[in-house]
């Protein structure tokens, strides 16, 4: 790891861990990445054997990460949740590649029917930063986040032509240090390449200005690439890639049926980048120093501060904040200069953060290794079942997700979570109700449909559905919009109960308020997860 430019650190320990790096926040990151390589969920025990810590540490950071909201307890297990995607959100939004050619991308997948992805470089690496996925039984299933060998894959012949001799070098210590690729969990283990089998593909590229990935990750999975290129410098920015399976292509059959239109993509990528207007720096996160010690002086030694802040400065970057100096991370999150310093000189010596010789401060592809790619293929019933769960147990009833189906004239069940009672409403994850006789539906409908009953316009006014008895003698239930980002209702909250058990005015002053908090919560989640990634509503 080369020394800081941006804010010095010559002293080092014997491991060349830098003496001011803040150690909790090395072992927090240490518990986020082994979380995201199991998959978003770890029993304690098993952190504690992934990263050598003591329980005792396990538990103080997976505490911390909690009170962040990164982290929930599952019973015994703890499960990365998708504010954590607001760390990768801050990197993306930073790179604003995503926000300009995503759209482009999805659009050439629905076009030729394959898969499409856009990927950048992470040192000997490459990550994907998008993926428009088919949905098939055989289908590609990498994630935004995850990391994969250069010289395993087509994009990464294609950034390797612009390595250096530094370059060249660490990639043949890496893989003299890893031969099976125990490193990258995204790919199978393999037979890698030979050195100047890597070296002749990548001399290839340098002269055709595209590669091919001919089943180097796995039997079967064949891709072509293209650079997109920095219109300021001529570099790449990013490699887009359509990718598919030798049943549908052949490797050679690619060259003829799918690059000239993914050329074409391209010079519309780069058209868009050229003409990009400069980014608005939008509003950087706020009272973020307040908060920790707030929480530090209520949870005592429980709560980790010096690791929540640590975390907190990757959120100081964005959309219009791609480059930072220490003066502005400092402004931005409230920290000290000193404290601001010593986590970024943390997060340079982790990889997550990279400093130039004007003295600013940018997030890296890295950043991505905490928490994104378990999270990135969630959908929206996943996201609510804790929700869901919370909800049921604090108000003592049954409580439910649902979609209005593509005819609008049935509801689909798309989540639920029951409680202990004797008489209670049970309904299976997938029955469809007629929508009118719903308090699901008529919320759905009310959102959904051009022209409005008196029942429906009522529900649109007050914001909410209550339907009494009319599905079945003696059930009562309330209901609430679900929206996306857009402020769009892709789905509908409910609580149901028994006509004994509440009147209709207890069931609006009992269960309204709850129903609204819970909705909120889900609509977080869902902003968080949806920034970047889509998140199928059922």
Not at 39 to 59: F, H, I, K, Q
């Amino acid at each position: 790891m080369p020394a800081m430019t941006a804010v010095d650190a010559d002293a080092r320990t014997g491991d060349g861990t830098p003496a001011e790096a803040v150690g909790p926040l090395l072992r927090g990151v240490a518990v986020l990445r082994r979380l995201t390589e199991a998959g978003g969920t770890l029993s304690p025990s098993a952190l504690e054997r992934a990263t050598g810590l003591a329980r005792s540490t396990v538990d103080r950071i997976t505490g911390t990460l909690g009170r962040m909201g990164y982290v929930r307890l599952d019973g015994r297990d703890v499960v990365l949740t998708p504010r954590v995607m607001e760390l990768g959100n801050a990197y993306l939004a930073a790179l604003r590649l995503p926000a300009l050619l995503d759209a482009r991308a999805d659009a050439l997948a629905d076009e030729l029917d394959e898969s499409v992805s856009l990927a950048v470089a992470d040192l000997d690496g490459i990550r994907f930063i998008h993926q428009a996925t088919r949905r098939r039984a055989l289908s590609v299933s990498f994630r935004i986040g995850d990391l994969l060998p250069a010289e395993r894959t087509a994009p990464g012949a294609l950034f390797a032509t612009e390595w250096t001799a530094a370059d060249w070098t660490r990639w043949r210590e890496r893989r003299t240090q890893d031969a099976r690729d125990a490193s990258f969990p995204a790919v199978p283990p393999g037979a890698d390449p030979a050195d100047d089998a890597f070296a002749e593909r990548v001399e290839r590229a340098r002269r055709d200005g595209w590669a091919v990935d001919d089943q180097l990750i796995e039997p079967g999975l064949v891709a072509v690439s293209v650079p997109v290129r920095d219109p300021g410098t001529g570099r790449v920015a990013c490699v887009a890639s359509v990718v598919s399976h030798t049943s549908r292509h052949s490797a050679a059959d690619l060259r003829t049926s799918l690059l000239p239109r993914l050329r074409t993509a391209v010079t519309a990528m780069e058209a868009a980048l050229r003409t990009a207007p400069a980014p608005e720096p939008g509003p950087a996160p706020a009272g973020l120093a307040t908060w920790t010690t707030a929480s530090k002086h209520e949870l005592g030694r429980d709560f980790v501060e010096s690791l929540a802040r640590g975390l907190t400065v990757l959120t100081a970057f964005g959309g219009g904040r791609s480059a930072l100096s220490l003066t502005e991370v400092a402004r931005a999150t409230g920290l000290s200069r000193a404290t601001a310093r010593r986590a970024l000189l943390t997060h340079e010596h982790l990889g997550l953060v990279a400093a130039h010789p004007d003295r600013t401060f940018t997030l890296t592809p890295r950043v991505l290794d905490l928490g994104f790619p378990a999270l990135s293929r969630t959908t929206l019933p996943r996201l609510a079942e804790p929700h869901l769960r919370a909800l049921a147990d604090a108000v003592r009833e049954p409580a439910a997700l649902a979609v209005l189906t593509n005819d609008g004239e049935e509801i689909q069940y798309t989540a639920g979570a029951g409680t202990s009672r004797v008489l209670t409403v049970q309904i299976t994850v997938g029955t469809r109700l007629p929508a009118t006789a719903t308090s699901l539906g008529r919320v759905l409908l009310a959102d959904t449909s051009a022209s409005l009953s008196p029942t429906l316009t009522e529900v649109r006014s007050q914001g909410y559905a209550l339907v009494d008895e009319e599905l079945e003698s003696g059930l009562r239930s309330i209901a609430v919009p679900v929206r996306d980002r857009t402020g769009r209702t892709v789905a509908a909250l409910n609580v149901s109960t028994h006509a004994a058990r509440r009147t209709l005015p207890d069931v609006v002053a009992d269960l309204l308020p709850a129903l609204h908090a819970t909705a909120a919560h889900i609509q977080q989640d869902l902003h968080t997860a949806s920034r970047f990634t889509h998140v199928p509503p059922s």
